[in-house]
C-alpha cells in the first residue's frame, strides 16, 4: 500500500484526528475559516447530514444519483479506510494528494490551534469554494450541534439517518442526549428530511425542529420507501418513484436509499429524472459496508472453498442488528454455513456489538486489534459457537477448514481496512 502523504501532512500539523482533549468549541475553526476568507459560506447548494448509522450509504446513493443526472458534487464523508483522499470529492473526482497538503499548509498558517478532523473539514470547504460544483453534500464527523461542519450556516436541506447509542463518551449515556447532538444541525427554515427514529429520538427533534423553526419530513409522512416485488418505491406527497432494488446488500438500505431520494427530489433546482434515479441505486458505491470481496488475498483463500467473504464496517449495536438483517436476506437468496470473523476497538461499546450479534451465525471468530476488545471476552460475548484467533489470516483460514461458505469480517473499519489492503475493489 503507497504512502498517505495527504495524511502524513495533516498528522504532522495537527496532530490525532480529534486530539488535544479540548472541549466541543468551534471558534478556533471559525477565526481559521474567517482567516481564509469563510470558504464555507461559498460553498454550493448544501446537503448536511448526521444520524448514527447510514451517513456514508446515504450519501453514496445521493452521489451516484445526481452524478447519473450530469450533475457534479462534492462530498466530504468519513471515516476513510487506506487513504484519506476518500472523504474529499470533489466535483466527482477524489482530491489529489497535492491539493490537500497545499490545503493543510494553508490552513496551518492561520496558526489557530485545530484538531485534525477539524482541519480535514477546513480543506474541504477550500476545495469545494474554489471548484464550481452543483451541490455539496456534507457529513457530519461527531454528534452535529458541535461538529465542524455545523460551521455551514445555510444548507438548503439537512438529513437525519437513524439515531441510537454511539460515542456514549463524547456525546452523551441516554439516546436523548445523543438526539440532542444530531438534531443540532437543523436551521432555521431549511427543510430537514428524517428517517424512522426510536420515539426518544424522534421527541427530542421535533422539540429542537420547532425551537429553531426547521420544517421536518418525516418518514411514514411526508415520505415513504419500501421494497415491493423486488422493486424500490419511493413515495413523496408530489412524486412516485418506482426503481430497482438498491445494489448495497442489506435491508436498511432500503431505507437508505429512500432518505437519498427523497432529499434529491426536495431539491427541484436539481430537475432529476426517473432514470438518474434509477441509475444511481443500482451503482452506488460505498466500500466496507456489506461488500463482497471477490479479488485480493483474503478472496483467493476462500476460492478453492467455493465461499463467500464479506465485510462490513458497523461498529455499534444498531449496526450489528442491520448486519443480521442483511445475513438474514443473503441466506433467503442462497442459504449458506456462515462465520463470522470479529474485532473492535475496546473504546467502543463492543459488548452491545456482540451481544446483538450472539449466536447469530453458524461460527464466531474473535481476533484482536490494535487497542482492540479482549478476543477471549469477545467470543465468550458473541456466544457458545464462537472461539478466538491470532489474526485475520488464521481466523480465516479455520473459519474456511470448518466449512464456512459465508466468510463476514466485521466490526472495525481497522479490519476492514486490513481485509481491503490487497484487494483492487476501494473505489
Given at each position: ?5 495527504a495524511?502524513?501532512?495533516f498528522?504532522?500539523l ?22 481564509l476568507?469563510?470558504?464555507q ?15 456514508g ?8 444519483i ?22 474529499f ?12 497538503i ?6 496551518a ?5 485545530l ?5 480535514q ?6 476545495l ?6 452543483d ?23 439537512c ?14 449515556a ?28 424522534q ?20 415520505w ?36 437519498a ?32 470481496l ?6 483467493e ?6 465461499a ?28 449458506a ?7 473492535l476497538?475496546?473504546?467502543k ?13 453458524d ?6 486489534l ?8 469477545l ?5 457458545a459457537?464462537?472461539?478466538t ?17 459465508r ?20 473505489t
Amino acid at each position: 500500500m503507497s504512502e498517505d502523504r495527504a495524511l502524513h501532512a495533516f498528522e504532522q500539523l495537527f496532530g490525532p484526528e480529534f486530539g488535544h482533549g479540548r472541549a466541543f468549541d468551534l471558534a478556533p475553526l471559525n477565526r481559521a475559516l474567517k482567516a481564509l476568507g469563510d470558504p464555507q459560506e461559498k460553498l454550493p447548494p448544501t446537503i448536511h447530514v448526521a444520524g448514527t448509522n447510514g451517513k456514508g450509504s446515504t450519501i453514496a446513493f445521493m452521489r451516484a444519483i445526481a452524478e447519473a443526472a450530469g450533475l457534479r458534487v462534492h462530498v466530504f464523508s468519513k471515516p476513510h479506510i487506506l487513504n484519506l483522499r476518500e472523504r474529499f470529492r470533489v466535483a466527482n473526482a477524489l482530491a489529489s494528494d497535492e491539493a490537500l497538503i497545499a490545503a493543510a499548509g494553508r490552513i496551518a498558517a492561520t496558526n489557530e490551534t485545530l484538531t485534525q478532523f477539524e482541519a480535514q473539514v477546513a480543506a474541504a470547504f477550500l476545495l469545494f469554494a474554489e471548484t464550481p460544483a452543483d451541490v455539496a453534500l456534507l457529513e457530519t464527523g461527531l454528534g452535529g450541534r458541535d461538529d465542524a461542519t455545523n460551521v455551514v450556516a445555510h444548507p438548503v436541506l439537512c438529513v437525519l439517518t437513524p439515531i441510537d447509542l454511539d460515542h456514549q463518551d463524547a456525546l452523551g449515556a441516554t439516546l436523548a442526549e445523543i438526539a440532542a447532538h444530531k438534531a443540532g444541525i437543523l436551521k432555521p427554515g431549511v427543510p430537514t428530511i428524517v428517517t424512522r427514529q426510536r420515539d426518544e429520538a424522534q421527541d427530542v427533534i421535533e422539540a429542537e425542529a420547532a425551537r429553531v423553526g426547521a420544517t421536518l419530513l418525516q418518514q411514514g409522512i411526508a415520505w415513504d420507501a419500501f421494497a415491493q416485488n423486488g422493486r424500490l418505491v419511493v413515495q413523496t406527497e408530489t412524486r412516485m418513484l418506482d426503481l430497482p432494488e438498491p445494489n448495497l446488500v442489506g435491508a436498511h438500505q432500503v431505507d437508505n436509499a429512500g432518505l437519498a431520494c427523497t432529499a434529491l427530489l426536495s431539491l427541484a433546482r436539481l430537475s432529476i429524472d426517473d432514470d438518474a434515479f434509477a441509475r444511481g441505486v443500482t451503482h452506488a458505491v460505498w466500500p466496507g459496508r456489506m461488500q463482497r470481496l471477490t479479488h485480493g488475498h483474503l478472496a483467493e483463500l476462500a476460492r478453492p472453498f467455493d465461499a463467500e467473504v464479506w465485510i462490513d464496517g458497523g461498529h455499534n449495536a444498531h449496526a450489528a442488528r442491520a448486519l443480521m438483517a442483511a445475513l438474514a436476506q443473503l441466506n433467503r437468496k442462497r442459504a449458506a454455513k456462515t462465520a463470522l470473523i470479529v474485532g473492535l476497538r475496546a473504546r467502543k461499546d463492543w459488548r452491545a456489538f456482540a451481544n446483538a450479534l450472539r449466536d447469530a451465525a453458524d461460527l464466531a471468530i474473535a481476533i484482536p486489534l490494535a487497542d482492540g476488545a479482549p478476543p477471549t471476552e469477545l467470543a465468550t460475548a458473541l456466544g457458545a459457537h464462537a472461539k478466538t484467533a491470532s489474526d485475520l489470516d488464521s481466523a480465516m483460514q479455520n473459519a474456511l477448514d470448518l466449512g464456512a461458505e459465508r466468510v463476514v469480517i466485521c466490526g472495525s473499519f481497522l479490519l476492514v481496512a486490513k481485509a481491503l489492503s490487497d484487494s483492487a475493489e476501494l473505489t
